[in-house]
């Protein structure tokens, strides 16, 4: 039996780029929940947004890609125990409902709740010592083996979500694909699409990431400011155009550079744009005449949840490089700041206890 405090730290978001290390209850779970004592939390980019643009009312404590130890194991829950070494996933699927049945699981009712918190309105929590994990997340619960990482633990949830979107393309082995980004995303996107034999080409603004992105698997890897980008893009693929490109960066001009790049009846897929409200002119011919699949994907699919495991905790895809900053929960703050700008050095930035 580990003793559990009445109290914790938390990072409380109290407002517009105001996070605050408060002490809190820490949480009662019920019947059917866990309490994970957190290890690491990653710094996702949609927090950041939802931190800097306050887009979502205060209080919450935020981070989602979360893992830890349970410290507690409510008496109707089966297949856990105190002492388990496990990562979370915040969002699961009914997988039952009208949406769930046409694989649409992200906008599944029950999905979009948020099954981890640290206390107030359930924001996953992570930025915490301890989380209570509602019962509606428990399929999502995943053990971490012995000879893995609770960083890789915390990888699960972004690694999901890239290849949730990764199978959203239709590419065949040999096809030819960009993505363009190159941070923590877009380096999985490269390594994910490379496994099943795609030829990567890996665009970023920093010439730091385009060395990562070769050893991440992309057969080429370019300047996203080149002017021979085109050209190349054109010579690479016989003068045909690309089968797909992934857009892990949000900016509009690079969809819009990508619809001419890709060839008749290929994909852009948009896994950055998560902003409401933004538009863009866009030649609808494009999609209409030349069979452009304009795409996006959000979030993860629990159905991949062991697909995913494997891949990470194998270290067939080794997420252990991408982690580069570890910050203690007091300095949560500083993550957020240091993951909300591309920075030559820092990939992904975790908070650690
Ligand atoms: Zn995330
Ligand atoms: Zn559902």
């Known amino acids: 039996m580990i003793a559990i405090p009445d109290v914790m730290r938390a990072v ?3 407002g517009p780029r105001l996070l605050r290390v408060e002490t809190v209850p820490v949480p009662s779970i019920g019947q059917n ?4 004592r957190v290890a690491v939390c990653g710094v996702c980019p949609t927090d950041i947004k939802k931190i800097t643009h306050g887009t979502v009312d205060p209080p919450r404590v935020f981070g989602h890609e979360t893992s830890g130890v349970i410290a507690k194991v409510g008496p109707a829950v089966r297949g856990f125990r ?8 915040h969002h699961v699927p009914c997988r ?3 949406f769930c049945r046409h694989g649409a699981f992200a906008q599944c009712l029950t999905y979009k709740r948020t099954g981890v918190t640290a206390g107030f309105e359930p924001a996953g929590g992570g930025y915490a010592e301890y989380v209570r994990v509602m019962s509606f997340v428990l399929p999502g619960v995943v053990r971490i083996p012995r000879q893995n990482s609770f ?5 699960l949830e972004p690694v999901n979500t890239v290849l949730k979107a990764v199978k959203r393309l239709a590419l065949s082995q040999g096809d030819t694909a960009l993505v363009a980004g190159q941070g923590p995303i877009g380096l999985m996107f490269t390594r994910l699409l490379q496994l099943q034999g795609v030829r990567v080409l ?3 603004r920093l010439p730091a990431r385009l ?3 070769r050893q991440f698997g992309a057969s080429w890897a370019m300047r996203a400011d080149a002017v021979s980008l085109p050209q190349s893009i054109r010579r690479w693929t016989g003068g045909r155009g690309l089968d797909a490109a992934v857009i892990a960066v949000p900016v509009d001009q690079v969809v819009c550079q990508s619809l001419e790049w890709v060839r008749g009846g290929g994909q852009v897929l948009l896994f950055a744009h998560t902003k409401r409200g933004e538009k863009t002119p866009l030649d609808l011919a494009r999609i209409c005449v030349d069979e452009v699949d304009l795409i996006g994907s959000y979030s993860s699919d629990a159905t991949l949840q062991s697909e995913v495991a494997r891949l990470v905790f194998s270290r067939t895809l080794d997420v252990r490089p991408l982690i580069t900053h570890r910050f203690p929960l007091d300095q949560t703050g500083c993550a957020v700041d240091l993951a909300s ?9 975790v908070v650690s206890q």
């Open 202 to 204: 890996a665009t970023d």
């Open 96 to 98: 039952d409902c009208h």
């Open 33 to 36: 929940e866990l309490l994970v």
């Open 341 to 349: 700008r591309p920075h030559p050095r820092a990939l992904k930035v």
């Open 82 to 89: 105190v002492g388990d070494r496990v990562g979370l996933h």
């Open 211 to 213: 060395k990562l992105a």
């Open 151 to 155: 960083e890789e633990g915390a990888m």
């Open 12 to 14: 409380v978001y109290r």
